[in-house]
């Protein structure tokens, strides 16, 4: 029986069965359904399930969250209902527009997202260090740190061309191909030196000069290249993909292997470079202006609208166009006025948050609320939008507030961003590569001044909620339980483990450890529920219920034993920090075997979600994995202060 077939059977019934259903696809937590009649849904049994944390319809589709253990129950939905996840969806095809725009942009832009933060922060630590005079602009250091920041921008296309050629449903790396294309390293300078033959659309922001032909059709290639811009890929990867399905439609199976990506390349990157890559930069252009001239007109009345409208975007998951505008903004002026304008919004967040854990008198609230603070401190801003804002709606306005005062704020005084960045670190994003400072502390007082307004306007109108429910939109009053950390080591994200069945989630969710020290203690108290006899493998139960396996290395289970050292025996209890398992880390890596050691919850679909430390660095008991208990099936019932 599969994982989560209840609960699939459940969600199919009441969003009106299987014959009400087109199709089906997820993002990061919400799986979203395209539907013959929206009537159907039954919504008030499908929120009061304890596994889903809300539905509702959105963007022309009906979106059900159910965390972060959604493509599982996407994949088992979608053998229910005889779907492959990977074949177009026939939903969109009879969506907006605007949707279905939305959802490409979505998808092309999240799988890149963490990255694309970390340049930025590297970007914005490296002018701080230039500011403050620790490095030069010849330094080495300053080389290195410079290309690490910038890698990204740089190629962005690359990066894109394979995120949008998967949600174009084709292949990814012929996305990345005709991106590698667009960025070539000597493709700008052999295109737009000399004399020019022409310029197209002179005198205005589109001007561009023609240097070169392509068999005598004249190539019109920006000036600055493709670098770091984001339309143009994604708009050639729709064409591609219309041609790669017509290939694929006619030309035999022996020869497609190499057939098919020969004649896409041969074909579409000429397209791109000829017609869809100016037609895209130029509406990149155009768009770009339209806003400018807005801000320019009255940056108040531009960063009220943004700053009213991005929190709610973020819940119905509409929030990317608004962050691609930012990102095309700083690809082609190096710096963004429009993220600035969201950038105080996680810490309204937080601040809502800390207003509440000071004026709740219940432990178990003030338990949630911990967390909530930390995380929004680094924009994650999840468990405090669905664990205290959102469930009272009056809290998640106040939130909106003071995120549009600090958005004023920054827009009447100009600052900009130079980096992609978010959160505590972000504000060294708003440092000027040339030394200016005064952007970095504006972000600051506007951070502050936001989180006042946010929490003051909390603080005086606090109601304590109905004891019998907690604040996490009806979730049960539990607190989070606590999975320490059994080894001594650096994290890996289990998605870069090089194991499928670990790496895909199969077995459960959790994180990695490459351990530096041989030795495997209990990550909590509970009961050794399965040990091999090999060691390399360690199940426990705990006290609260959470299955957890931990699994030394990858396929060391083909040392029997070898390098091992049991210590301890199946069905024992255990105390936190009690050693298991020592094993010599020399002797096995000479073996040739990955001392990666993947720690799972195997049961947590039972788990509204599961939390991973974000430390590159974890010592013997140190907070590793928290997860966060369902919500109780009252969820409705919970009172609104």
């Known amino acids: 029986m599969a994982k989560y077939s209840d609960l699939v059977s459940f969600i199919v019934e009441n969003v009106g069965g299987k014959d009400n259903i087109i199709s089906v696809s997820h993002c990061m937590t919400r799986l979203r359904f395209h539907l013959k009649d929206y009537s159907l849904v039954n919504e008030k049994n499908i929120t009061s399930n304890s596994k889903i944390a809300t539905a509702q319809k959105s963007g022309g589709e009906y979106q059900v969250v159910v965390g972060t253990m959604v493509g599982e129950i996407h994949a088992e939905l979608s ?43 590297i970007q914005g630590v490296l002018a701080l260090l230039v500011a403050c005079g620790a490095l030069k602009t010849t330094d080495g250091a300053y080389i290195i740190l410079n290309v690490m920041g910038n890698a990204l921008f740089t190629f962005f296309p690359i990066f894109l061309g394979y995120t949008s050629a998967k949600a174009f449903k084709m292949d990814g790396f012929v996305g990345m191909a005709i991106g590698a294309c667009l960025v070539f390293p000597t493709i700008l300078a052999n295109l737009t030196s000399g004399n020019p033959l022409f310029t197209l659309f002179a005198g205005t922001i589109l001007s561009t000069p023609v240097y070169k032909t392509f068999f005598g059709i004249p190539i019109i290639f920006p000036t600055t290249g493709y670098t770091s811009t984001v339309v143009p890929i994604i708009i050639s990867m729709y064409f591609t993909s219309k041609f790669e399905k017509f290939l694929k439609k006619h030309i035999p199976d022996i020869v497609a292997f190499t057939l098919v990506p020969f004649l896409t390349i041969a074909v579409c990157v000429p397209l791109t470079v000829l017609a869809v890559g100016p037609i895209a930069n130029f509406l990149s252009l155009l768009i ?32 990317w166009p608004l962050i691609t505008i930012g990102i095309t903004n700083m690809g082609a002026m190096g710096s963004d006025y429009i993220i ?19 004026k709740t008198r219940d432990k178990k609230i003030k338990n949630i609320c911990v967390p909530a603070m930390i995380s929004g401190c680094f924009c994650i ?45 972000g504000t060294v994003a708003f440092i000027n590569p040339n030394g200016d400072m005064s952007g970095f502390y504006l972000a600051i007082v506007a951070t502050l001044i936001s989180m006042a307004v946010s929490f003051l306007l909390t603080f005086f109108t606090f109601n304590e909620q109905n004891p019998d429910f907690s604040l996490t939109a009806g979730r049960k009053e539990s607190s989070n339980i606590i999975i320490h950390s059994p080894l001594k080591g650096q994290t890996v994200k289990l998605e870069n483990v090089e194991d499928a069945s670990f790496s895909k989630g199969v077995l459960g969710k959790g994180i990695a450890i490459l351990p530096s020290e041989g030795k495997l ?8 529920s399965n040990l091999f006899a090999t060691g390399h493998a360690v199940g426990i139960t705990s006290d609260d219920g959470c299955e957890i396996l931990i699994h030394v290395g990858i396929d060391t289970v083909r040392l029997n034993g070898k390098h091992f050292t049991v210590r301890t025996k199946q069905g024992n209890r255990v105390k936190k920090g009690d050693i298991m398992v020592e094993f010599d880390i020399d002797a096995i890596t000479k073996e040739g075997y990955s001392l990666i050691t993947p720690v799972l919850i195997t049961n947590s679909d039972e788990y509204f979600d599961i939390v991973e430390t974000t430390n590159e660095n974890v010592d013997y008991s140190d907070q590793l994995i928290r997860a966060i208990p369902n919500k109780n099936e009252t969820a409705g019932k919970l009172a609104e202060a």
């Open 79 to 121: 053998a229910l209902l005889g779907l492959k996840s990977d074949e177009p969806q026939a939903g969109e095809k009879n969506d907006s527009i605007l949707n279905r725009i939305i959802q490409i942009i979505t998808k092309s832009i999240t799988p890149v997202l963490g990255v694309l933060m970390a340049s930025g922060l």
């Open 288 to 319: 770009t202006a339209a806003i400018t001239c807005l801000n320019n007109l009255s940056p108040v009345i531009t960063s009220i609208v943004v700053g009213i409208v991005y929190q709610p975007l973020v819940i119905l998951g509409l929030h």
């Open 340 to 358: 600035p304008m969201i950038f105080t919004a996680s810490f309204t967040q937080t601040a809502v948050v800390l207003a509440v854990y000071c």
């Open 381 to 425: 801003i999840e468990p405090a939008i669905y664990g205290i804002t959102l469930p009272v709606k009056k809290r998640f306005a106040f939130s909106i507030a003071g995120a549009t005062v600090g958005a004023v704020i920054i827009s009447l005084f100009g600052a900009k961003m130079y980096a992609v960045s978010v959160g505590v670190l």
């Open 521 to 528: 203690v209990a990550p909590c108290d509970g009961i050794i």
